[in-house]
């Protein structure tokens, strides 16, 4: 059973704009963030939101994601634009003890992923 729950993945093309979202319910979280898996590759994190308001992105996602959250909702949001090929993968939600964790990937809780393919 995965605590964290992924949505809004799916296809695009090159450039295209995607949004995922996260609910993660019932409990609160010091850090929550995304990671992802291409196909072959390591596990990156690539963004995170921590109690204290600081915010992580890898350089590989720098300017064209960007993290929301709705705290009434427990939710947060990854808006993610201007996609590229290698941008393709599975994306999870995830929750760290704090975004230093989390960019080590030394994760507290994830959820099931989403895909995400940008193609043309």
């Known amino acids: 059973q995965f605590p964290l729950v992924e949505s809004g993945g799916g296809s695009v093309q090159p450039g295209g704009s995607l949004n995922l979202s996260c609910k993660a319910p019932?409990?609160?979280?010091?850090?929550i963030g995304w990671f992802r898996q291409a196909p072959g590759m390591e596990r990156e994190a690539i963004s995170c939101?921590?109690?204290?308001?600081?915010?992580f992105y890898a350089d590989s996602v720098k300017g064209r994601f960007t993290m929301s959250k709705d705290s009434a909702k427990n939710t947060v949001n990854l808006q993610m634009n201007s996609l590229k090929p290698e941008d393709t993968g599975v994306y999870y939600c995830?929750?760290?003890?704090?975004?230093?964790?989390?960019?080590?990937?030394?994760?507290?809780?994830w959820g099931q992923g989403t895909q995400v393919t940008v193609s043309s």
């Open positions: 939101f921590s109690a204290y308001d600081l915010t």
């Open positions: 019932g409990f609160v979280v010091e850090a």
């Open positions: 995830a929750a760290a003890s704090d975004c230093g964790a989390m960019a080590s990937m030394n994760l507290a809780y």
